[in-house]
């Protein structure tokens, strides 16, 4: 299928979503009001998106005709029939169904799946009458409590440690496996270290063009988003208040408090495009991540973990150099799947010793492939 036949499905589904949230708020009064208006909001805040990606690639959007399919028209006519209570199984089941559509999107926009899965929380919240938190109050909420009473689920914004623990383990099974290969064939110490050189300066090249291109293209997807962001708060100033009161109503101010917040946030523009990146978009925009520090770190860890097979043959060849590779590129593995496994939480012992199994199985059928080829040309 087409982006732009996606984007056509996406924009009619969040229409229609939209549409019956707000006819169904009609029927409600209170927070259970405020609750359904907040998520019709969201799903006309993802219709815009689809909007903008069809206009941008040239194709005319088509106008919301306001209409509602049969089932709908059932839906709505049963809940103004007996309530909203009879009709909101079905609403959550529908947004059950939905949770995911957006996972594999590239084109989606930061946060949009989070809200699609929170859709479903809120209207079950809704049909047992619980408390009621729209969707962009409990992510940012989440968010608040993670960051300040548990800093291990503190993200790596920037990707650079990823970048770097990927990048180590990358370079030592990789060049290690490379470097086993020619020393099974029977290739003299000279040729083995123009092996073991030439893995690592290509690998880490490889891995640093590879990490700069991915956080460069978030980054301007992040900052493309900003940027719309910063022309809807310009052009629709009124209606990015009313998207903060929201927000401010659903943390618990009451109406009034709300509403003088977001007079005071709207009041300086650069204080407003802040809050509503961290709130509507859940992005930092003071770190969006470095390209060249990523790239940079994903280079230096890579060679690092590349250079210990490499090593002994710079002094050496033959057995001896055979031999200490592989009690240097071991023990290598096992801090580096130890420290994995700390970052992880999975466990140092576990992560060290399957870092190690896969690392020493690379490099074990590389040697054998090695060998069988040196036995061959000899």
Request: charged content about 25%; cysteine-free.
């Amino acid at each position: 299928m087409k982006a732009t036949d996606r984007y056509l499905r996406y924009l009619n589904d969040e229409r229609k979503a939209a549409r019956m949230y707000r006819a169904l708020a009609e029927l409600a009064d209170g927070e259970r009001r405020d609750a359904l208006l907040e998520l019709a909001a969201i799903e006309d805040r993802h219709a815009a998106h689809w909007a903008r990606l069809l206009d941008e690639a040239g194709v005319t959007v088509p106008p919301d005709d306001g209409r509602f399919d049969p089932s709908d028209e059932e839906m709505l006519r049963r809940a103004r029939q007996f309530s909203l209570d009879a009709v909101l199984p079905d609403l959550e089941q529908a947004e059950r169904d939905a949770q995911g559509v957006y996972d594999e999107e590239p084109a989606a926009a930061p946060g949009m799946a989070d809200d699609e899965r929170t859709h479903e929380e809120v209207l079950g919240r809704l049909r047992s009458g619980a408390p009621v938190t729209p969707p962009a109050a409990a992510m940012s909420d989440a968010r608040e409590v993670l960051n300040t009473a548990e800093p291990w689920h503190r993200t790596d914004k920037s990707g650079s440690l990823r970048a770097a623990v990927f990048g180590a383990s990358d370079g030592l099974v990789s060049n290690t496996a490379l470097v086993m290969g020619f020393a099974g064939s029977g290739q003299p110490q000279s040729t083995v270290l123009l092996a073991g050189v030439a893995g690592l300066l290509a690998g880490a090249f490889s891995m640093a063009a590879g990490e700069y291109v991915s956080v460069a293209s978030q980054r301007d997807i992040f900052s493309r988003e900003l940027s719309m962001e910063a022309r809807e708060l310009k052009e629709k100033p009124d209606e990015e208040k009313r998207e903060l009161e929201l927000i401010y109503r659903a943390k618990g101010l009451d109406k009034e408090m709300a509403r003088q917040t977001a007079d005071r946030i709207m009041a300086d523009p650069d204080v407003a495009l802040d809050t509503l990146a961290r709130e509507e978009l859940g992005l930092d925009p003071g770190d969006l991540g470095s390209p060249v520090k990523v790239a940079a770190s994903s280079f230096a860890a890579f060679a690092v973990g590349a250079i210990f097979p490499v090593i002994p043959w710079l002094f050496a060849g033959g057995t001896t150099a055979l031999i200490i590779s592989i009690v240097l590129a071991s023990v290598a593995l096992l801090a580096v799947g130890g420290t994995v496994g700390r970052l992880s939480g999975l466990g140092i012992t576990r992560s060290a010793l399957r870092q190690f199994a896969v690392g020493a199985g690379a490099a074990a059928v590389t040697f054998i492939l090695g060998r069988l080829v040196g036995t061959g040309l000899g």
